[in-house]
């Protein structure tokens, strides 16, 4: 988060004057349904975050997780929206408006506001709203100066000593600056500048040019660039706005590091402000694959609103994108992080340690069924099974043990304390593991889950150096955890014998506290 929210702070002059001039807004609105086979093959594009190659999906999922609060939202049901009203969007379709549809994205709610004394504080008026409630962008833009201003000041502050409000402003800065560097993505492929004046020396016979017509002049423009002079109607000089569009694209950054570099040996992908200072910097100009790439986001643009000619247009960038990344041997995981993320192993698993927990409640009521416990059974396996293979793709994934994160502890954890408590349940037959088992399954995945949804980050980061080894991971830290797991089990199998002593209750599965006793023992 210190990363992004520097990075954030170094945005902010860029981006204002991104909205003093402005870019061409997007003519059209959606006014059908995204083609699920489009969204698939988008959903796949692979981008570089954080370090590491990863489908587009898992980095706007994230976004939509910090500033929703949910992977999904509905669109609001108002006659502005058209046929696409009370349409219910996932994160990689939201991100798809976002991106090619950003003034209509604008006006979706997808800002939650946790405290509405935060908008108070940036001197935004909310009447008629809740105290916790969604906002638009639209809503939020008029304080955007205010919000960044005193996000600025705020972030001076040690972040023990800030007020609930102090965070939350900082929180909704650095939500809004996201957004806004999603929404703008594709703004190069909007913009449109007038050939005139020194511009015409380099593109004669031409009325007006794009950015990769620039940045196909990289040399040239930068000379250009360096000897501008401001002329009599200097906004009416191209090469005048071509130098704002460089200052706003540097100034703002990119949401994700979208291009692979032209040098294979080079790990770390490009984005648009990389590109430009790279034709600034470089003789030769950006290189010819990555130009052409650039060329096919501008067609995916320019096609937007005409269905076949999109489809088209956005296949042939997802199949680029695809073949470039293979080329560079970093595409192999994109397609398995996606199937991973689709399938929802962890939430299937909890579902049904839950609808399990509910069977044990039945089966006290009822002890001499014979249905129930075999229901349980077969329920409790799956529910194992669909953790233990959530973690194992994880590993997969990582190429790392299954505890290189916190998140990841809690999951390792929780299959741990659930694989030991049905064995114990196996060899016991009393119920007390299985009741342990579905019971401890359900809170440890409630709880990765709620540890995700706050805090809102990719769970499969790069590693600090400290941990950047697996042979420490797979040893020192694994055994470690499974001592967690163990310690957990018994103090939670000890408060059913303190428990059952306290209430003094007799009969049934706690009769036999001498053998509660020695579950507890072995498992320690």
Same mark, same amino acid.
């Given at each position: 988060?210190?990363?992004?929210? &520097?990075?954030?702070?170094?945005?902010?002059?860029?981006? %204002?004057?991104?909205?003093?001039?402005?870019?061409?807004?997007?003519?059209?609105?959606?006014?059908?349904?995204?083609?699920?086979? *489009?969204?698939?093959?988008?959903?796949?594009?692979?981008?570089?975050? =954080? &370090?590491?190659?990863?489908?587009?999906?898992?980095?706007?999922?994230?976004?939509?997780?910090?500033?929703?609060?949910?992977?999904?939202?509905?669109?609001?049901?108002?006659?502005? #929206?058209?046929?696409?009203?009370?349409?219910?969007?996932?994160?990689?379709?939201?991100?798809?408006?976002?991106?090619?549809?950003?003034?209509?994205?604008?006006?979706?709610?997808?800002?939650?506001?946790?405290?509405?004394?935060?908008?108070?504080? +940036? =001197?935004?008026?909310?009447?008629?709203?809740?105290?916790?409630?969604?906002?638009?962008?639209?809503?939020?833009?008029?304080?955007?100066?205010?919000?960044?201003?005193?996000?600025?000041?705020?972030?001076?502050?040690?972040?023990?000593?800030?007020?609930?409000?102090?965070?939350?402003?900082?929180?909704?800065?650095?939500?809004?600056?996201?957004?806004?560097?999603?929404?703008?993505?594709?703004?190069?492929?909007?913009?449109?500048?007038?050939?005139?004046?020194?511009?015409?020396?380099?593109?004669?016979?031409?009325?007006?040019?794009?950015?990769?017509?620039?940045?196909?002049?990289?040399?040239? +423009?930068?000379?250009?660039?360096?000897?501008?002079?401001?002329?009599?109607?200097?906004?009416?000089?191209?090469?005048?706005?071509?130098?704002?569009?460089?200052?706003?694209?540097?100034?703002?950054?990119? #949401?994700?590091?979208?291009?692979?570099?032209?040098?294979?040996?080079?790990?770390?992908?490009?984005?648009?402000?990389?590109?430009?200072?790279?034709?600034?910097?470089?003789?030769?100009?950006?290189?010819?694959?990555?130009?052409?790439?650039?060329?096919?986001?501008?067609?995916?643009?320019?096609?937007?609103?005409?269905?076949?000619?999109?489809?088209?247009?956005?296949?042939?960038?997802?199949?680029?994108?695809?073949?470039?990344?293979?080329?560079?041997?970093?595409?192999?995981?994109?397609?398995?992080?996606?199937?991973?993320?689709?399938?929802?192993?962890?939430?299937?698993?909890?579902?049904?340690?839950?609808?399990?927990?509910?069977?044990? %409640?039945?089966?006290? *009521?009822?002890?001499?069924?014979?249905? *129930?416990?075999?229901?349980?059974?077969? =329920?409790?396996?799956?529910?194992?099974?669909?953790?233990?293979?959530?973690?194992?793709?994880?590993? +997969?994934?990582?190429?790392?043990?299954?505890?290189?994160?916190?998140?990841?502890?809690?999951?390792? +954890?929780?299959?741990?304390?659930?694989?030991?408590? %049905?064995?114990?349940?196996?060899?016991?037959?009393?119920?007390?593991?299985?009741?342990?088992?579905?019971?401890?399954? #359900?809170?440890?995945?409630?709880?990765?889950?709620?540890?995700?949804?706050?805090?809102?980050?990719?769970?499969?980061?790069? %590693?600090?150096?400290?941990?950047?080894?697996?042979?420490?991971?797979?040893?020192?830290?694994?055994?470690?955890?499974?001592?967690?797991?163990?310690?957990?089990?018994?103090?939670?199998?000890?408060?059913?014998?303190?428990?059952?002593?306290?209430?003094?209750?007799?009969?049934?599965?706690?009769?036999?506290?001498?053998?509660?006793?020695?579950?507890?023992?072995?498992?320690?």
């Amino acid at each position: 988060m210190t990363k992004r929210f &520097g990075r954030m702070q170094f945005g902010c002059i860029g981006a %204002l004057l991104a909205l003093a001039v402005g870019v061409p807004a997007q003519a059209t609105r959606r006014s059908q349904p995204w083609d699920p086979d *489009l969204v698939e093959q988008l959903a796949a594009i692979p981008v570089q975050e =954080g &370090g590491r190659i990863k489908p587009l999906y898992t980095a706007v999922s994230y976004l939509m997780l910090r500033l929703h609060q949910s992977r999904s939202m509905q669109v609001p049901d108002n006659p502005q #929206f058209g046929a696409i009203a009370g349409e219910r969007l996932t994160s990689i379709t939201w991100a798809l408006d976002c991106l090619f549809y950003p003034q209509q994205a604008n006006q979706y709610p997808v800002f939650t506001i946790q405290n509405d004394e935060a908008l108070t504080a +940036i =001197g935004l008026r909310h009447e008629g709203k809740r105290k916790r409630d969604r906002y638009t962008y639209a809503e939020l833009s008029p304080a955007r100066r205010q919000l960044f201003e005193l996000s600025r000041s705020y972030g001076q502050i040690d972040a023990k000593q800030r007020s609930d409000v102090q965070t939350q402003v900082l929180d909704l800065s650095r939500n809004v600056y996201e957004f806004e560097q999603l929404s703008s993505s594709l703004d190069f492929a909007r913009r449109r500048f007038p050939v005139n004046g020194r511009l015409a020396e380099l593109f004669p016979q031409r009325e007006e040019i794009n950015f990769v017509d620039a940045l196909r002049k990289g040399a040239e +423009i930068r000379g250009l660039l360096a000897s501008e002079s401001p002329g009599e109607h200097p906004e009416q000089d191209g090469l005048h706005q071509l130098r704002h569009a460089f200052d706003e694209l540097m100034g703002t950054g990119d #949401f994700v590091a979208f291009y692979p570099p032209p040098d294979a040996q080079a790990e770390q992908w490009l984005g648009l402000p990389q590109l430009i200072l790279q034709t600034q910097s470089s003789m030769g100009g950006i290189a010819p694959e990555v130009l052409g790439q650039l060329k096919l986001v501008e067609a995916a643009v320019a096609a937007v609103g005409k269905k076949d000619a999109f489809a088209s247009a956005a296949g042939a960038l997802y199949e680029d994108c695809r073949r470039r990344a293979e080329a560079r041997g970093e595409y192999s995981k994109v397609p398995l992080e996606l199937s991973y993320y689709e399938a929802g192993y962890f939430s299937k698993s909890q579902y049904l340690f839950g609808a399990c927990f509910l069977l044990i %409640l039945a089966s006290w *009521l009822r002890p001499k069924s014979k249905l *129930l416990p075999k229901l349980l059974g077969v =329920g409790s396996s799956i529910a194992l099974g669909f953790l233990i293979w959530g973690i194992v793709v994880r590993c +997969i994934l990582r190429s790392r043990p299954p505890v290189s994160t916190l998140y990841e502890t809690v999951l390792f +954890i929780t299959a741990v304390v659930v694989s030991v408590a %049905l064995f114990i349940e196996w060899i016991n037959r009393r119920r007390v593991g299985m009741s342990v088992a579905v019971l401890l399954g #359900f809170v440890g995945l409630f709880i990765a889950g709620r540890y995700e949804m706050l805090d809102g980050e990719d769970t499969m980061p790069n %590693l600090v150096a400290v941990l950047d080894t697996n042979f420490w991971l797979a040893t020192h830290v694994t055994s470690v955890t499974m001592g967690y797991a163990a310690g957990l089990l018994a103090g939670f199998m000890a408060h059913f014998y303190l428990l059952g002593r306290m209430l003094r209750v007799r009969g049934g599965a706690y009769s036999d506290y001498r053998n509660l006793g020695r579950m507890i023992y072995g498992v320690i």
